[in-house]
Every structure is written in structure tokens, then in C-alpha cells.
């Protein structure tokens, strides 16, 4: 391959071939699926095994990357998917991990989809986001000031009493699914990443902190622990929207790959039913009844659509 600019530090390189979302989170999807296959969001009728990729990075940054992804995932990802800790002491590489997730999204959305429908004054804060987190991973700053990091652990929801339009795959969602978007709110702005059962806020605006409290990563150290977080009432419905959107995409599934689906959870019976997908659709199930049939199979990856919230 030719040689061309690193986009994190502008060396001349060859490029490596970098996730956009972080492999691990792939990688645990299909060992936890029951059937070892993904479908991403775009592209429904094929099934996958690994998340999307960007020639994007030098051999270098990709490493300073890989490092804090090793952390995130040991430390943190694993153990509290599995159950083995739900309370996590955590170093400076978790802040480092979360801005590289959110300056790779948001890097995506500028070169692959568009920035068309963001006003000027924003795109302006989008350029300076990313220029601060470029500046906080090559070790030019500090810290990434007022472009902040929330990182939300997510899980099933056993019941809830006030609101009754919930999309009948949240749990799928919240405990499954890789999702990311640009979003622009009324009260805040932030490039979203969902890394199954995680929610990483890569803040562009935030206008109302104290909407937002017990999920900012701090710069040296922290706990992940069960707690009240405090989040904006919008951001319910953002989820809710998010989760709607991947069921949609449903929809575009061709009768022929329904059927391979079915073939490969038959085929694989007892290791589907003893899954965590499995499990995600037994709590959608409590929850919806029937109506949760009818989003089965969902595909694994959300889609790149940029959202509107009342955040």
C-alpha cells in the first residue's frame, strides 16, 4: 500500500487498517451470539465478522490506540459483562481510551457521511473538539478541557411504569448492540458511542452539566460502580429513538438471510440458548410480550444516521 498521512499525527506512513469502534467489542459479540456471525447496520443482507475500518492510521498511533483498548477491555469491558465486577478502579487510560473512541467517530463522520446538516456555529465547536482531542492523545495537552468524556454502564431494564412507547428491542439495544452518531441537541451536542453494554459522550457542547452527573471519566482516576447517574430526560429518548432505528432496519432483511439465521441458531441450539443474546431477548421478552418477536434477529451494528435529541 502507498504511503499517506496519519490522521492522528500527520506523518507521512503507511497506513494501517483501524477500527472505527474499538475489535474486542466485535469479537465478544460473536463469541457471545450463539452463532459466531455479525450483520452490520448498512448492510443487513450480509453477515460479517468485525466491525467497520478506515486506512486512518501509522503503525505508531495505532498502537498508542491498542494500548488503552487492552486496559479498557481487560479491566473494565469484560469484568463487568461477564459479572465478575460491577466495581472498577480506573487509571489515566481510561480517559485516553474514550477521547480515541470519540475522535475516530467523529473522524468518520467527516470524511465518510457529512456535516451538512450542523449550523456553522457548530461545525466551528466540532473542529475545536477535535482539535483538543488530537491535541490531548499525542500528549499536547493536558486534558481535553470543556470536550468531556462520559462513559454510561448499561444494562437490562426489568420494568418501567412512565412512558409507554418504548421500541420492543430496547434491552437487545442497551445490552447488545455497537451504535454511533453526531448528534446535535437543544442543550447539548456529542459524538455517541455504543460499545455494547457501554455508552461513551464524547461532548462537543454541553450547555447543562449538571444534567449530566456521575458519568464524566476524570483525568487520573475513578470508580465504575452501581450509583444514581443523573443524565439529561432527552437522552431517554434518544436511546429509545436509537433502538427504534436498528429495529427498522430489520425490515431490509431478505427472507433467504432470516432463514440462514434460523439454520444457524438450530444448528447451534444449545450454545444460542445459553448466550447473552439469548439472554437480551429473554428480557425483551418480559418486558413486551409477543411484540419483542417481531424485532427478533436484529442486526448486531446500528447504522450512521445523524440524530436530533432534545438533549
Known amino acids: 500500500m ?29 463469541e457471545s451470539s450463539g452463532g459466531g456471525y455479525l450483520r452490520l447496520g448498512m448492510t443487513p443482507n450480509r453477515r460479517v465478522q468485525d466491525g467497520l475500518k478506515q486506512h486512518w492510521l501509522c ?9 488503552a483498548e487492552t486496559d479498557f477491555a481487560k479491566k473494565v469491558f469484560y469484568p463487568y459483562t461477564n459479572g ?11 480517559l485516553r481510551f474514550c477521547v480515541s473512541v470519540s475522535w475516530r467517530v467523529l473522524q468518520f463522520y467527516k470524511e465518510k457521511i457529512s456535516l451538512n446538516n450542523f449550523g456553522a456555529d457548530e461545525i466551528s465547536r466540532i473542529t475545536e473538539a477535535e482539535a483538543a482531542w488530537k491535541a490531548f492523545l499525542l500528549a499536547q495537552r493536558r486534558h481535553p478541557g470543556s470536550f468531556r468524556q462520559h462513559l454510561l454502564p448499561l444494562d437490562a431494564i426489568q420494568s418501567i411504569t412512565f412512558r409507554q412507547d418504548l421500541s420492543p428491542n430496547l434491552n437487545r439495544y442497551l445490552m447488545r448492540t455497537t451504535d454511533m452518531d453526531l448528534c446535535e441537541g437543544k442543550t447539548a451536542s456529542f459524538v455517541y458511542s455504543k460499545l455494547g453494554r457501554f455508552v461513551i459522550l464524547g461532548f462537543i457542547r454541553q450547555d447543562r452539566p449538571n444534567q449530566w452527573q456521575g458519568s464524566r471519566v476524570q483525568l487520573r482516576t475513578g470508580l465504575i460502580e452501581p450509583r444514581k447517574y443523573t443524565i439529561n430526560g432527552g437522552f431517554w429518548d434518544y436511546l429509545n429513538v436509537r433502538a427504534r432505528f436498528v429495529a427498522d432496519l430489520q425490515s431490509s432483511i431478505s427472507p433467504r438471510q432470516i432463514q440462514k439465521s434460523d439454520e444457524a441458531r438450530r444448528a447451534n441450539l444449545e450454545s444460542y440458548v445459553g448466550s447473552d443474546e439469548f439472554l437480551a431477548l429473554l428480557n425483551d421478552l418480559s418486558m413486551f410480550g409477543e411484540a419483542a418477536f417481531a424485532q427478533d434477529d436484529l442486526p448486531e451494528e446500528g447504522g450512521s444516521k445523524e440524530s436530533k435529541t432534545s438533549s
Not at 503503525?59 to 494500548?67: P, V
Open 2 to 30: 502507498s504511503e499517506s498521512l496519519c490522521r492522528l499525527c500527520n506523518a507521512q506512513a503507511t497506513l494501517q487498517h483501524s477500527h472505527i469502534l474499538p475489535a474486542f467489542v466485535f469479537r465478544w459479540m460473536r
Open 59 to 67: 503503525m505508531d498511533c495505532e498502537e498508542l490506540f491498542s494500548r
Open 84 to 94: 465478575s465486577s460491577s466495581r472498577i478502579i480506573y487509571g489515566e487510560w481510561l
